[in-house]
């Protein structure tokens, strides 16, 4: 597959503009561009609303008949928080530890950081007062600041270096959509799906229980592909020199990981280094591609 005209714009604009998908108002972004990119190829999207609350809804995109389709191909759209360490595939809890870790130090530093500049402002200021001075403006505007970020990181940094988790997935997808032939074949981005499956669970239907599901996941990472489940091709995985996985679960994952060995037990995961890459792997792009054709 050859970077066209297309594909250079949806990286671009997806790796630019809408690379952070964190809050309600930077998804509808998002969703506004992705709905529109497809509707450009195709008519069939929609948007879907569960776990509505006051302010805030969840949103999935399907493109195709969900309901009836052989097989539904998948990815998260929702952008993971800032952490400590590697990303573990398939490890929630380890991965909610390392985000909260990351959330209370960060927290601490900034309220000592606050602490100190307070201490440090008390020292030198005048004991006259004039609520319209300079000097007091500034500090009740840095003040503002301080408090607005303290929001911010007590609720997490959004990472906003994510080509690889998981924009390599939506922009694969994307090419999908484009090539795709008949009603076989159906899509869906859902959403929270960095520390859940809620986006997961509300795509799985009664009336889609005996499709075949393709879950995507950093797809475009500098590491090897891996396959976990059964509705592959054995054959194409052997070809394609893709590391492959029998399982019971009904979903099959396809993604790029390093794997480590411990316990006689194999982890995935992908450092830092991994994650903050700003080009993708365009070779395990085209083997995902081919193996889903």
Not at 126 to 150: C, E, K, P, Q, W
Not at 194 to 204: H, K, R, T, V
Not at 248 to 270: G, H, P, V
């Amino acid at each position: 597959m050859q970077q066209n005209e297309k594909f250079k714009d949806w990286l671009f604009r997806y790796q630019s503009f809408y690379r952070v998908r964190r809050t309600d108002k930077s998804k509808q972004r998002f969703l506004s561009a992705l709905v529109a990119d497809i509707s450009d190829m195709r008519k069939d999207v929609q948007v879907i609303e569960y776990n509505r609350h006051k302010k805030y809804a969840s949103r999935n995109i399907y493109v195709g008949d969900i309901e009836k389709a052989d097989r539904i191909i998948c990815t998260y759209y929702d952008t993971p928080i800032q952490h400590f360490g590697p990303y573990v595939l398939f490890d929630r809890e380890a991965q909610e530890k390392r985000t909260t870790s990351f959330i209370i130090v960060s927290s601490v530093l900034l309220i000592m950081a606050g602490i100190a500049g307070t201490l440090l402002y008390t020292q030198y200021a005048s004991d006259a007062f004039d609520v319209l001075s300079l000097r007091n403006l500034l500090t009740a505007l840095a003040y503002g600041i301080y408090f607005y970020l303290l929001g911010k990181v007590t609720k997490g940094l959004p990472k906003r270096r994510t080509l690889i988790r998981n924009t390599s997935s939506v922009l694969a997808m994307l090419v999908m959509i484009s090539e795709a032939k008949g009603e076989k074949t159906a899509f869906a981005f859902v959403d929270e799906g960095i520390f859940g499956e809620s986006g997961l669970e509300a795509m799985l239907t009664p009336q889609n229980k005996k499709a075949k599901i393709f879950f995507l996941d950093c797809v475009g990472a500098d590491a090897p592909l891996h396959v976990i489940g059964n509705d592959v091709s054995k054959a194409k995985l052997s070809e394609l020199s893709i590391d492959h996985q029998s399982s019971d679960e009904r979903i099959t994952y396809i993604f790029s990981a390093k794997t480590s060995e411990k316990e006689k037990k194999t982890s995935f995961y992908l450092d830092r280094a991994d994650l903050d890459r700003k080009t993708l792997n365009m070779e395990n792009i085209e083997k995902v591609m081919e193996l889903c054709r």
